[in-house]
């Protein structure tokens, strides 16, 4: 027998009788949703309820445990989701091209997103062919390309297209749902490394704690305020920044630091304005460097690192 109705009526009760699911209970129920035992009207009527009150980190990390349960192991470093897209007055993604350098040092990169296309947004997606980034067909097709090179990506739809389906419900219904949060956390991959980016207050700390609760063996994430929410690090802002490790969650506060001597490329595969390679440079620098800071903390160590993989990416680019 399903357990849909005891989680809606657990999370939708009046005010003093409501609270949320448990771990098991959000595992239990998407698994169940997963295996066709449930409804699409359902299963969004749950959603809505949760979303109303907050999702917590417990009933996140019980759905994620659901879907990565149908994923295999695709064997990657670097976990890097791309859902938000990026407005187009914060710039190009950029973040895209901070991925392919980390890939062209050694690091085993699984890019994974999905393109909700809105007018103004733009989507790392759309610059794969320009950096020779190949897309999977599947995971397993994502695991072969890991293989033989050092970054591929795998779109959504083609790993877990029911979450899919889902996203496109906030169309239907007008309201963004908890698998938003959801898909940010997947990790196809199985990466050792992830980055995390979000737009609204507090989701920043949410995001790292369902990672330590997720629980992947020897698995750190790194998670801030992203630009428009993507998966991609502000230089402009200080902002408190969220690891989280096998140990815990601890959280660190990192000033604005927007530097001008750093080199640009002989070409930029993204057309950036002239008025903006400061920008894009130093926030290619400062996203790779949240990716190496979540490895060996130490903030300053990253940043140098970062510096001398992009002043070779500008040596070498024509």
């Not at 393109?115 to 897309?135: F, G, M, S």
């Not at 293989?147 to 899919?164: K, M, R, T």
């Not at 801030?224 to 998966?231: A, D, L, R, V």
């Amino acid at each position: 027998m399903s357990s849909i109705l005891d989680c809606i009526r657990t999370v939708g009760r009046g005010e003093r009788g409501r609270k949320p699911l448990t771990l098991e209970q959000a595992y239990q129920v998407m698994d169940e949703y997963l295996d066709g035992q449930i409804g699409d009207d359902q299963m969004a009527m749950l959603l809505m309820l949760i979303r109303v009150q907050n999702e917590t980190k417990q009933e996140i990390a019980g759905f994620v445990k659901a879907f990565q349960s149908r994923v295999p192991n695709i064997g990657a470093d670097i976990d890097w989701p791309c859902y938000a897209g990026k407005r187009k007055t914060a710039g190009k993604p950029w973040h895209i091209l901070a991925a392919k350098i980390l890939a062209d040092n050694g690091y085993k990169v699984l890019v994974h997103g999905y393109t909700d296309k809105v007018k103004d947004r733009e989507h790392a997606q759309d610059y794969l062919e320009a950096l020779n980034i190949p897309r999977a067909s599947d995971a397993e097709h994502a695991k072969s390309l890991l293989d033989s090179g050092e970054i591929c990506y795998l779109p959504l739809f083609n790993f877990a297209p029911q979450v899919e389906k889902m996203l496109d419900w906030r169309k239907r219904y007008g309201l963004r749902t908890p698998i938003n949060t959801v898909v940010r956390a997947l990790n196809p991959g199985g990466g050792k490394i992830g980055i995390r980016g979000s737009f609204h207050p507090g989701f920043q700390q949410l995001h790292a704690e369902i990672e330590h609760v997720v629980d992947e063996p020897n698995h750190r994430v790194i998670s801030f305020k992203g630009q428009s929410g993507e998966s991609e690090y502000n230089p402009k802002v200080s902002q408190n920044v969220w690891l989280s490790t096998p140990e815990g969650v601890e959280s660190f506060y990192w000033e604005a630091d927007l530097l001008e001597s750093l080199p640009m490329p002989k070409v930029c595969v993204f057309d950036t304005p002239e008025e903006d390679n400061v920008m894009m440079a130093n926030t290619i620098v400062t996203t790779m460097a949240s990716i190496l800071f979540a490895n060996n903390m130490d903030r300053k160590q990253a940043l140098n690192e970062a510096t001398e993989y992009w002043k070779a990416y500008c040596s070498a680019s024509f």
